[in-house]
């Protein structure tokens, strides 16, 4: 991380020592507007983005690859669990930027080329977001699974813009399907909410002095919340986390449509009490409502990629698209992943777009079939991975600009 750190500030200065004040415009690490997929990259950006790679990467990717591929990885990252909701994670953002440059490098092999090179990055992300896994706090668990969506991502990127030997998708496709335990055996969320939880023993107890935590409808007295959230605004934020938690704990085994309602309905019952007050202790809870969401999301980025690597794996054998997913069953994939959304009561889907190009998705959280479009934000419509064919990946990905075909 320090080799990672020291590189990134030492060109981002020696930018503005240049007067490149405006060069985050150019690099595709930081630039908002990236190319996705197959689009072709102007070559400006395409050149500033390689000196960004020259200063950060070179040091820092061969170390990460090296960790990936060891047998045992554990990491201890230095937080102290005893600080509680105070604790410090300063090592989440440099996991983040980590992750980044791994997703750089892989962008860059895929247009040079180099295949192998590109899947080794990638199995390096995904092995970064399970440095996390041990860490019994949510903050770190939505780290972690916001690597493994880059680590999609840059998969994606990779099959738009090269074409993987079979033993390198077969490679991935195991790495991919065996990033997260299954659902079914351990939620990693359930963790850190259970870890969270024992964070906020002491006001769970004053929470039971107060009113009855039993109490569906009404578990709190609402006369005494002006006097709550005015006098102790701390502890009464703790109190409503704890509970949140506590409910969002219940819903283990619920669907998705049921989570949602679970949550809801105990955001109603806050929210209508109609005390000004309440509004500033309870900022903390949008985000925790999106507990069980966010890890459900992860785990359909993660089966859309894994089975599109079925899919290409079969196109490699038989020179032709599936017709349906069924048809990889057994010799490449042992079964359909279920759709989590709509409550794991139906495979996730597939259609061969009119393009050339394949789609696997899940419907996503609003639970509406787009056919796999792309919506192009991130919580709106189906979650998508699409691979365009392979004319598309053996263009040139660099746009060259007007000076340079002058």
Known sequence: MELYEKADAEFWRDAV?????????????????????????????WNSTMAYWSVTAPDVVPVLKELAGREQRQSRYPIDLREGHSMR????????????????????????????DAADSIIAILALADTLHAEPVINSQWARTSVLEMGTKALENTLNRTTLPPQQLERLQTAFENALPPGTEQMIMERALLGESLMTLSYIEKAQTLWNWQDEDLWFPRAALPFWTMIFPPTFERIVSARFMAESMRSRNETVPEYSSRMKRFENILYDSNFFSLASSLRGLPSL??????????????????????????????????????????????????????????????????NGEFVVYSLGRDLEDDSGEEMGKRYLGDITFTVAPPEIRNRDHILPDATTLQ
């Open 17 to 45: 020592i240049r007067g490149e004040v405006d060069l985050e415009n150019y690099v595709l690490i930081k630039n908002p507007t990236k190319p996705e997929r197959a689009a072709q990259i102007p070559e400006e950006v």
């Open 89 to 116: 994670l300063p090592h989440l953002s440099n996991i983040r930027g980590l992750g980044l440059i791994l997703n750089l490098d892989v962008l860059r092999s895929a247009i040079r080329g180099q295949p192998e």
């Open 289 to 354: 409502g999106g507990i069980y969401g966010t890890e459900w999301r992860a785990r359909m980025h993660l089966a859309t990629a894994s089975t599109a690597l079925a899919v290409e794996r079969y196109r490699q054998r038989y020179g032709r698209l599936p017709d349906t997913l069924d048809e990889l069953v057994s010799e490449f994939l042992g079964e359909i992943p279920a759709d989590a959304f709509p409550g794991g009561i139906s495979p996730i889907r597939y259609r061969v777009k009119e």
